[in-house]
């Protein structure tokens, strides 16, 4: 078996299928003007733009029997150059920097003319979803990765905002959300052009649905399909996931199997999450100002401001592949509500500990006192305290964690107009792709906070797009 039909196998993908063909084995035939598959940020990103300027019939199909995908159980930090907030904070920054940032942390790897249209909109996303009812705190931050202080943070929990806003938004200009929509297969007309798509539903009928103006894919990446993951980094086979139970790439198969071109496949980031005989993701690491990560013997081992690539490499080659997170209360405190319910979680499923000194909390990890205690005076003694917050407020926590497959930097390759090529560079007629089912942008490493950067973006540039393209 050749190796692409073997990766097929694992999500057992259904054929190309032309418009004649496909009709006889059809339940249903029905027709939109604009189909978007998936409704995670960038699905509903692009839902509520469209629905903006387009007043045809918009259909949204997930598979899943809620909406939200990745973004909704993400850290909810956004990264986008804002003078706004970052000028009265005196961090200045601009689109050169988050250009450089984003290039420079992806080894160079990334496309500069997807990065250039990225930092250059983003700015613009950032205004349309604040208009949209979007709201954030009035501040930014350098979260885990982030390597700047430019991420956005919103002021409802996680995701929740951008998904409750911009689903709301969509449904009030006349988009229609369908949830246990599983999309299985692409149609292509005898022009080549992208026409519609087939899906099943909850009792696995089969439907067809056409769209007069577009496809517009917004599913995902394959991160929580550890097969297909271990297919390109077999290092990776048995790590946890925190991506939802809806990324597991049978659309991007689909679409490859109608000539779209798949790329950098193999760049899947890791982050600190649940150690594979744990219970609960606590996530000390959010805030790149207030943690360290020690080994199983109590020492720091890497400066956790690295990139995420290089952090991944750092903490796979600790022993056990397993490291812990450490913070004080400032920094507990600093989080919230729901990082804190999950960190109360953990000590109770013991992925999480806590002592009211650095000795009791060694002794509760099990790792040598006298290592910690010097990993984290040493810390104190070195950083920038204008940048960085000793650890030196009791209690003090910590956090058992390995890498866990958080992000799938691979997938369909795109134009700067969000439209899908082929293998040969060529755009595929009436098909746009937006979000983590796309490759290019990121190259080996994202920068923490540009991952909802590049949904909402995308989003809202494939529906504009989707919208002026004949």
Known sequence: ???????????????????????????????????????????????????????????????????????????????????????????????????????????????????????????????????????????????????????????????????????????????????????????????????????????????????????????????????????????????????????????????????????????????????PTGKIRVRFHNDVSRFILVNSEGNRFTDEGESRNLLKEAVLNQPGKMCFSVIDNDGFNSYDLLMRRDAIRGIESGDAFKGDTLEELAFKMKVPAKNLKKAVQTYNETINKGINNPIIKPPFWSARTSMSIHYTMGGLRINSKAQCLDRTGNVISGLFAAGECTGGIHGKNRIGGNGICDALTYGMIAAESAINTN
């Open 1 to 275: 078996m050749k190796r692409r039909d073997f990766i097929y196998s694992l999500i057992g993908t259904s054929a190309i299928c032309s418009s004649s063909t496909c009709n006889a084995f059809l339940n249903f035939h029905e027709e939109a003007g604009i189909i978007i598959v998936g409704a995670g940020g960038a699905g509903l990103a692009a839902a509520a733009r469209a629905s903006e300027l387009y007043k045809g019939k918009i259909v949204v199909l997930e598979k899943q029997s809620k909406i939200g995908g990745n973004t909704l159980i993400s850290g909810g930090y956004l990264g986008v150059v804002d003078p706004k907030r970052q000028g009265p904070l005196m961090i200045f920054d601009n689109e050169e920097k988050h250009f450089h940032d984003i290039y420079s942390k992806g080894e160079k790897q990334g496309d500069p003319d997807l990065i250039r249209t990225l930092v250059r909109h983003s700015p613009r996303m950032l205004e349309w979803i604040e208009a949209q009812g979007v709201q954030f705190q009035n501040t930014v931050i350098e979260i885990y990765g982030s390597h700047y202080p430019r991420c956005h943070v919103p002021s409802l929990p996680n995701g929740l905002g951008y998904i409750n806003t911009l689903s709301e938004k969509a449904m009030e200009n006349g988009t229609e959300i369908r949830k246990n929509c599983k999309v299985t297969t692409l149609i292509r007309d005898k022009n080549g052009r992208v026409s519609g798509v087939q899906y099943t539903d909850s009792s696995n009928k089969l439907f067809s649905l056409y769209a007069k103006k577009a496809v517009i894919l917004t599913a995902g990446g394959f991160g929580a399909n550890t097969k297909l993951v271990a297919m390109y980094d077999s290092r990776l086979a048995n790590l946890t996931h925190n991506c939802g139970p809806g990324s597991t790439g049978e659309v991007l198969l689909a679409a490859e199997k109608i000539g779209c071109e798949l790329i950098q496949m193999e760049n899947i980031q890791c982050l600190p999450g649940v150690h």
